[in-house]
């Protein structure tokens, strides 16, 4: 392994001419399609290992083998999502795609093309998929020089051959996953990403594109863009104007950034991070319309609440909210989803308490991940200080993860008069909705 690692970094530093920087570039292409079906045989060894054991333990038909997404992410210092991802791709190829592999394993093809061919083809039995791979990848010359757009194209048109009622089954159960998304985009912008049935789309695609052509012919100043964007928005939340709406989120900001001109970036519930310029603009805006409620979460310099416990077992509503604000999306490393569970840390069962120091935000997948067998937990950080929290996997491997660092104060001080009014030092939620 470490003449492995030597090899690669001295790469880029040995003089070369372009002929040999050229082949050098190629050689590590090769070297990651060889890597990526080394991995996917591994995952799949693993899988069987889990499974075995948990079988050994009598778990549950339905539980064997939970975790293992999550432990081959873990590895790969990918979201739990995404581990589930290269499972079932690495489980396609070993079983189902043997040619495909070979092709990886020769440096012929790149894990992101095998996952095409995978994909297109990931609604047949297991003998059409094979004769699909035979039949592309027997010979990898016979995909040599396709680009991705023609390799997708053509293991799609050999699967609908082979199976059109695959195609038609495969088709319903992607109208079954229709939804809606959010995403951060530049310049405090957002992202909404409608997944729709192709005659829904075009449907919503038509009307704002009809209103726009009318109130472009009236002399609308707007862009055709932005008419569009803005008939969404008000669409969708029945307001006459769009700049109207009234928001129904939470901003979490230092009380220096709200009333003393911070620069301190707030949180935006379901976003990310924003400007305390803007943060500041959002919230006076939602003060004069009487619809801003103000709480004080934790002071700043210990990233601490306090006093806030419960004798429940399910985290009660304010303690729950306190967990969404502090972990802002799930706690598992390099899990980037939102946070649909409150989790005890150290579960009730082993005497955790429902307090927020035991408790953590995960999403779903996450949460059920580690109540596989073998998997622990435990609250790290000092009490005053940042929550951290180290999860241990049935391998004896460790993550170990801490919540994001609430808002700062900014080096500048509050005014003499505002200082008089509020207490500097303490991070406020704002609550605005209509």
């Known amino acids: 392994m470490e003449d492995v690692r030597a090899w690669i970094n001295g790469l880029p530093t040995c003089e070369a001419s372009e002929l040999e920087l050229v082949e050098r570039i190629r050689v590590l292409e090769e070297l990651k399609a060889q890597a990526a079906a080394a991995q996917a045989r591994l995952a799949v060894d693993l899988d069987s290992a889990v499974r075995q054991r948990h079988e050994e333990l009598k778990v549950p038909a339905a ?3 939970r975790g293992v997404p999550s432990q081959v992410a873990a590895a790969r210092r990918e979201s739990p999502f995404r581990g589930g991802r290269h499972l079932g791709f690495a489980k396609a190829l070993v079983a189902e795609m043997p040619h495909t592999l070979a092709a990886m394993e020769a440096g012929l093809l790149s894990e992101w093309r095998a996952t095409i061919l995978a994909r297109e083809t990931a609604c047949l039995s297991g003998e ?23 390799l997708g194209a053509e293991a799609k048109k050999l699967a609908d051959q082979l199976d059109p009622e695959a195609q038609v089954k495969r088709n319903a159960r992607a109208r079954a996953d229709r939804r809606v998304s959010i995403r951060p985009s530049p310049d405090t912008m957002a992202i909404i990403s409608a997944l729709l049935p192709v005659a829904q789309g075009v449907a919503v695609w038509a009307a704002l594109k009809t209103v726009a052509d009318a ?111 502090r972990d802002q999306i799930c706690r598992t490393p390099w899990c980037d989803a939102p946070i649909r ?21 995960l999403c779903e997948q996450c949460n059920y991940a580690k109540e596989a067998p073998g998997w622990s937990a435990r609250p790290t950080g000092p009490p005053d200080g940042p929550h951290e929290v180290e999860t241990t996997l049935p391998t004896g491997h460790t993550l170990r993860s801490r919540a994001p660092d609430p808002p700062q104060p900014s080096e500048l001080r509050p005014r003499v008069a505002e200082a008089e009014i509020f207490k500097p030092d303490v991070v406020i939620a704002i609550d605005y909705a209509a």
């Open 128 to 150: 059409d998929r094979r004769s699909i791979d035979e039949t592309l990848l027997a010979d990898p010359a016979t995909v040599e020089g396709w680009g991705d757009r023609r």
């Open 63 to 65: 539980q064997v083998g």
């Open 341 to 361: 569970h409150h989790d005890h840390v150290r579960s009730l069962l082993a005497g955790g308490p429902t307090t927020a120091q035991n408790g953590q935000g």
């Open 215 to 325: 109130l472009l012919g009236e002399g609308d100043e707007r862009t055709r863009g932005q008419i569009m964007a803005d008939t969404l928005v008000e669409r969708v939340t029945g307001q006459e104007v769009a700049d109207d709406v009234p928001v129904q989120v939470t901003v979490t900001i230092s009380d220096e950034a709200l009333l003393a001109g911070g620069f301190e970036p707030a949180w935006l519930a379901d976003y990310g991070p924003i400007p305390a310029s803007l943060a500041r603009r959002v919230v006076d805006t939602a003060t004069k319309k009487a619809i801003a409620t103000l709480r004080r979460l934790y002071v700043a310099s210990t990233g601490q609440l306090a006093a806030m416990d419960s004798t429940a077992t399910a985290f009660p509503k304010s303690l729950a909210l306190f967990i969404d604000l």
